[in-house]
């Protein structure tokens, strides 16, 4: 045991700081509990016997682990452990009792008390193990709980310590906690380990690692583990005999998880441990999760495109044929089209318009299915321009319905300029054929909101039923049948067009009081375009 | 009442020490490192400084020596506190500077003589 005997001596005297730490709060806060008005002073006697051997015990320890004091240092440890034990173990009944008495802050400082007390009795505890022979009995290890219970699954811990008592001790205490637990004495050995089992089915999940030790120190070892790719991520907790600030840093620095000090408690070691492993599980969980969310979000967006080109490539395939029986109905008309006799030439009327009606029903398909089509950038669009364009493009049905078509200043808008048309179009389209008895009265006007512009469509035609409302927007979600012709897909390419900008599009309407189509758009940013 | 900075970075150690001396009626203000404790001290002028010898960033000795060679907190009485019994601490916190010294764990009563006598000596009760 001389090793142990060393380790021993040169932390003897931060094995006095660590010692006076608890019994700091010990004695605090018992005080803390006499001054407290709202502890019954039927406690007092206690609580001045715990503070009675609290100093009893600071006194041993100022003497065994005084430099005047003569002797080895493995006996003077062993020495203030039994000297310690007896008076520790007062305090900790009575605090055990304080906490099941009091409640409120006082029972915290009652808690704090007796976790200080811990931390005493893991020394006198792990001290004592230490100065076993490795073959001795197992040392005094707190009766762990089942592993059901913390959920955890065991896992592979390597243990990498020159000192062979402590090695030891740690894989006892690992294999106790249902680890698989392997031991290193080197750096060199500890790494050809790590190397090989990397690649095994039971792989080492997380590393304890001793700071210092001859010839590869412990922190060389950890620049090494975080170098390698095989081991990305493995948690490392360091141990140390010192309780240095500068040494910890360090160690956390270069990516260790945990630093812990010798003797270090084995309820302590216990949590970090599984701290870590938890923390680690939960990384690759994490990690899993997010390649599937990856993976799906992929897979959403190929299908989506697939569909995209289906429906595109299905739109011009369509229009082929139709091309074919449009020609030549066009054809048959003007060779044939004067000897037809009234039932004959009726027939022929209802070929040529359900040609036409399949026309426009794929041109939409093929419309809708662009406005879905990938984001290209948006740009500034001049809504005037737009709504002229459309306007041409329903020159027929302005002049047949007499539609008086008016608008306000409109702004520039963040949009596609050929979806803005289409857009406009639409709905100016709507306007028209939905209209009532008088005349079609249409207005667009514009107002700013924040960031957006909201544009509007008034109509004084037929109106909708609220509960329609959603079901226009609809691919072929109309309300007409054939009285009024139509793809049943022009409000559904408008909604694409708004949300694809950014937007929302919405409807404002009574039945026989017409109705207000409105949509949102991204103000164009170096514009800034008056409203009404 | 006065105003007393403990420059202390165990949580127990601080939580403990303040609530003794706040029923003791003064008015405490805390620093859990050496550079905390001197950027407090700098700015808020306290009337007596608590000071843990081992602290992180900056030690305690580091951040007296700091204090009493800077012109506006040099006359604020600094109390050391140390784990460390030996004798040597207490000639190496007099060298940078301290006032007062003291060994954890504290002895409360002797701990507020040397409070008070030191604020008696500055005139603040």
């Not at chain 1, 065991?154 to 090695?167: E, F, K, M, T, Y």
């Not at chain 1, 306000?408 to 979806?419: C, F, T, W």
Request: net charge negative.
């Amino acid at each position: 045991m001389s090793t142990a005997g060393t380790a021993l001596e040169d932390s003897l005297s931060g094995l006095g700081h660590r010692l006076r730490t608890p019994l700091t709060h010990i004695l605090g806060y018992s005080g803390l509990l006499l001054e407290n008005e709202d502890v019954s002073p039927g406690t007092h006697p206690e609580l001045q016997a715990v503070h009675a051997q609290a100093s009893l015990i600071l006194a041993r320890i100022e003497h065994w682990l005084s430099p005047r004091c003569a002797g080895f240092s493995g006996e003077k440890v062993a020495a203030l452990q039994a000297d310690i034990s007896e008076p520790l173990g007062l305090i900790v009944r009575i605090a055990g009792s304080l906490v099941q008495r009091l409640s409120g802050p006082p029972l915290l400082d009652a808690l704090r008390i007796a976790r200080a007390c811990g931390e005493l009795l893991s020394f006198v505890q792990q001290e004592t193990a230490h100065n076993d022979s490795a073959a001795a009995a197992p040392s005094p290890l707190p009766a762990p709980a089942p592993e059901s219970h913390t959920g955890l699954a065991p896992a592979g811990v390597l243990v990498i310590d020159d000192n062979p008592a402590n090695r030891d001790m740690l894989v006892r205490q690992l294999s106790h906690y249902g680890h698989h637990a392997l031991s290193a004495e080197s750096g060199p050995e500890a790494l050809s380990i790590l190397e090989s089992r990397g690649r095994e089915a039971q792989a080492i999940e997380l590393v304890l690692l001793d700071v210092m030790m001859p010839g590869m120190s412990g922190v060389d070892v950890l620049r090494h583990i975080r170098s390698m790719p095989s081991l990305a991520g493995i948690p490392v907790i360091m141990i140390s005999a010192l309780d240095e600030v500068e040494s910890a840093a360090r160690c956390i620095e270069l990516g260790a998880d945990e630093y812990l000090v010798k003797p270090f408690d084995p309820v302590l070691l216990r949590a970090r441990l599984h701290s870590a492993l938890e923390r680690k599980r939960l990384q690759q969980q994490q990690r899993e999760r997010t390649r599937q969310l990856e993976q799906a979000t992929e897979d959403l967006k190929r299908a989506n495109e697939d569909l995209q080109a289906f429906a595109s490539a299905a739109s011009h395939d369509l229009q082929e044929p139709l091309r074919t029986v449009s020609t030549t109905l066009e054809f048959f008309n003007l060779q044939w089209g004067g000897e037809l006799t009234g039932e004959q030439s009726e027939l022929f009327r209802l070929a040529v318009d359900g040609a036409r009606r399949m026309s426009h029903l794929i041109s939409d398909l093929l419309a809708y299915s662009m406005a879905g089509g990938e984001d290209g950038a948006l740009e500034p669009v001049a809504c005037e321009t737009a709504l002229l364009e459309a306007l041409t493009n329903l020159r027929q049905a302005i002049r047949e319905s007499g539609a008086r078509i008016t608008h306000a200043d409109l702004p520039v808008i963040m949009a596609k300029p050929g979806h803005l048309v289409q857009l406009f179009q639409n709905l100016v389209g709507n306007a028209i054929k939905y209209r009532g008895e008088q005349r079609p009265e249409i207005r667009i006007r514009a107002r700013r909101e924040g960031q957006d512009w909201v544009l509007s469509v008034r109509d004084n035609g037929l109106g909708i039923d609220e509960k329609y409302f959603r079901r226009i927007f609809q691919p072929f979600g109309r309300l007409h049948g054939s009285d009024l012709p139509g793809s049943g897909l022009g409000l559904a390419i408008c909604e694409r067009i708004v949300r694809k900008a950014g937007g929302r599009l919405w409807v404002e309407s009574t039945p026989g009081a017409g109705s207000t189509f409105c949509f949102t758009a991204r103000a164009a940013t170096s514009h800034a375009a008056g409203g009404d | 009442m006065a105003r007393i900075l403990l420059v202390e970075d165990n949580e127990m150690n601080r939580d403990m020490l303040s609530r003794r001396l706040q029923k003791r009626g003064y008015e405490v203000l805390l620093a859990n490192d050496g550079r905390e404790g001197v950027d407090s001290a700098s700015s808020h002028l306290p009337d007596l400084i608590l000071m843990d010898m081992s602290l992180p960033v900056m030690n305690g000795w580091d951040a007296t020596r700091h204090l009493k060679h800077s012109p506006e907190t040099a006359a604020i009485p600094v109390i050391a506190l140390t784990a460390h019994a030996l004798s040597g601490d207490r000639d190496k916190a007099f060298e940078a500077g301290c006032d007062g010294y003291e060994t954890k764990p504290v002895e409360m009563n002797r701990l507020l003589d040397t409070i008070a006598r030191l604020l008696q000596g500055r005139g603040t009760p």
